[in-house]
Every structure is written in structure tokens, then in C-alpha cells.
């Protein structure tokens, strides 16, 4: 792992390249998002190409069968995630997963800190030992969770001992403990792997960043999303 001021200026210097989501509800609840990115020739090709993804072994929500996969990069120190996860992700599964058009994932970036590993790795633990709904509940509730004051993004906050904490909220002493043994043992790391692989495979460059049946989605709204995941259906 990469020590924490490597993470800050890597954090920093990424900035530019963030996918920002700006998230405002009007009178008929509609919820617009502003996607903002480098436009180099690397992005461009991601967001045409369609990329081969295993999803399987991954936290997702709706219908297995649903004909598209909605993925999400995300990092628990993300303030912006946080945002995603509480105003955006409740409105495309209402639009798009409650209604059967499609199924939503969640992947692991983690790129800010230690925290931003350590949690991902304990948020796999808990998909490992107790499956995927409380996985779900877990993950909410760390977003929640994180601090609204951005100092915290670069120190130590989600150690062992709050994730535990945080996990024990929603979970049985029993399973508490089959999660802390698993993430102790290391046995989340490979799952983490396989989403930091996909991250440098897929050219993902900020958090959040979401792909549609394996092309990366670069619209301003969610009509865009809708019409991708709409066009997605039809081409399988």
C-alpha cells in the first residue's frame, strides 16, 4: 500500500480528473447529475469500447436477470460517493432496477488513503461471510457514517476497531465476528484485487464513475442514463 502523502498528492493531483456529480431536486423529484472529465484520447476510447466484465462474486441490487449491469467505482473517503450513494443510487433504483431494466453493482476504487483500502477490503469481508443484503446495509451505513468535514480524507478514521463498530449495528455478534476473522486472515484481498484490476483495465480515473453493460457512461443527465441503459437493452 501506498503510504498516506503518496495517497494525498495522488488525491490531489487526480482531482481534475474526478467524475463530479452535482445533484439537485426539482418540484417533480427528477435528479439531474454534471459529469465532468478530461477529455483525453484515452477517455474517449473507454467510453465507446465495450468491455468483457466478470461480474460475478459481486454486491449487486435487483434482478438477477435483469437484461443490464450498471456498475459503480467508488471509494468510502469519497464525499462525492457519499452524495451518489444517498440522493443518486435510491433514484436509479426506482427508475431503472425497481422496474426491472437493469441490476446495480458497486466495485471497489480505492485511491484517497489507508481507509479507503481498509474499508473496501472489510465491506468485502462482510459480502463474503454474510452475503449480499448485508453487504447493502453495511455499505450504506459506512457512507453515512463518513465525516462531513474533508480534513478527515486525509487521516487515519475507518480503522478495524470503527468498522467493527459500524458492522455490529447491523449485525449479530456472531457474524460480527466471522467477518473480523475473514478480514484478519486476508481472505477479502483477492475480491479488492479484482476490482483495483478492473479499475486500471476499464481507464477509470475518479470516483464515482459508472459503466452501463461495459461502456463507460459519460452523459449530463439522467435521461442520458436512462437512454444508455434503454440502448444497452436492445443491443443484447
Not at 463530479?20 to 477517455?43: E, H, P, R, Y
Not at 468485502?124 to 443484503?133: M, S
Request: charged share 30%.
Amino acid at each position: 500500500m501506498a503510504n498516506k502523502k503518496k495517497n494525498s498528492k495522488q488525491a490531489a493531483n487526480s482531482s481534475s480528473k474526478f467524475v463530479f456529480w452535482m445533484i439537485g431536486l426539482v418540484a417533480v423529484c427528477l435528479l439531474a447529475f454534471i459529469f465532468l472529465s478530461n477529455q483525453t484520447d484515452k477517455k474517449d476510447e473507454a467510453t465507446t469500447k465495450t468491455n468483457e466484465i466478470d461480474y460475478s462474486n459481486q454486491p449487486f441490487i435487483g434482478d438477477k436477470d435483469a437484461p443490464v449491469s450498471i456498475i459503480e467505482f467508488g471509494d468510502y473517503k469519497c464525499p462525492i460517493c457519499k452524495e451518489f450513494t444517498h440522493n443518486a443510487v435510491p433514484y436509479i433504483q426506482k427508475e431503472l432496477v425497481d422496474t426491472g431494466k437493469a441490476k446495480f453493482y458497486f466495485m471497489n476504487y480505492s485511491f484517497i488513503n489507508i481507509d479507503s483500502v481498509r474499508s473496501a477490503q472489510f465491506a468485502e469481508a462482510v459480502y463474503q461471510e454474510l452475503g449480499n443484503d448485508m453487504f447493502w446495509k453495511f455499505h450504506e451505513l459506512l457512507y453515512q457514517k463518513q465525516p462531513e468535514d474533508t480534513k478527515y480524507e486525509k487521516i487515519d478514521l475507518f480503522t478495524e476497531k470503527f468498522l467493527t463498530d459500524t458492522l455490529k449495528e447491523v449485525a449479530s455478534d456472531q457474524e460480527v465476528d466471522k467477518v473480523v476473522k475473514n478480514f484478519q486472515g486476508e481472505k477479502s484481498m483477492a475480491a479488492w484485487q479484482k476490482d483495483m484490476d478492473y479499475v486500471k483495465q476499464l481507464g477509470v480515473t475518479g470516483t464515482p464513475t459508472m459503466f452501463v453493460n461495459g461502456k463507460m457512461f459519460t452523459g449530463k443527465t439522467m435521461d442520458d442514463l436512462k437512454e444508455m441503459v434503454k440502448k444497452a437493452a436492445k443491443e443484447k
